[in-house]
């Protein structure tokens, strides 16, 4: 809306320091957030910091068993580790209970811009998340593409899709379009740096609309 003043000026309203402030603040705030440098686990970490403390979820990222062999004692009060081995592989990197599902994911990162390698992945990891999503868990993978700065959550089911297909001379990746077909994109935010729970809830209400 144009708006004059009584000599026929143009009346051009701008906006206080107040707001310019404010604005600038959530500018930098999205600054920070958007291109904060923090790996994919360090922000499933934090975002599950958030979900605990609000009562959403409780999932925590699995320790891997690790056999000390040698430690040495510089110090009384300090124990270095100067060889260890891990007892077994591991499985899925996180679990957890939301809303009394089971939830058992993988957390993937990859700095290619256009495919996603399947060789990050192994065959017990694949093998564990069949047996939970038999179960009745909620099985997934989230994917980081660090160049993009894009994430998604895929649905197990589609994981298995692509890895029993390269045993058979299918490809050894998957491309970026078919990611972006099959998955849920999750932006980065501020509370919770990744919201992944909003995913994990569509993909309960689509596992209740197939059944």
Not at 62 to 68: A, D, G, M, N
Not at 152 to 159: K, L, Q, R, T
Not at 184 to 205: F, G, H, M, R, S
């Amino acid at each position: 809306m144009k708006i004059n003043y009584p000599d026929g000026r143009i009346f051009h309203n701008k906006p206080s320091q107040t707001s310019l402030d404010v604005d600038t603040t959530n500018a930098k705030k999205k600054m920070i957030f958007g291109d904060r440098g923090m790996t994919l686990e360090e922000e499933i970490n934090e975002s599950n910091k958030y979900y605990r403390s609000h009562d959403i979820a409780v999932i925590y990222k699995k320790p891997t068993p690790i056999q000390i062999v040698k430690v040495d004692y510089p110090k009384r009060s300090k124990a270095v580790i100067r060889e260890a081995y891990f007892r077994q592989a591991s499985t899925t990197d996180y679990n957890g209970v939301y809303n009394g599902y089971y939830v058992d994911f993988e957390a993937k990162e990859t700095k290619n811009k256009n495919i996603f390698p399947l060789k990050n992945f192994h065959q017990h990891q694949i093998d564990h998340l069949k047996k939970c999503q038999k179960q009745g868990g909620i099985c997934f993978v989230i994917i980081k593409y660090v160049a993009l700065k894009r994430y998604f959550v895929m649905p197990a089911d589609n994981i298995f899709a692509h890895w029993d297909a390269q045993k058979h001379d299918g490809a050894k990746s998957i491309q970026l379009a078919d990611v972006v077909d099959c998955s849920i994109e999750i932006k980065a935010d501020y509370n919770p740096t990744l919201p992944y729970i909003k995913a994990v809830q569509q993909l309960i209400e689509s596992g209740k609309e197939k059944k």
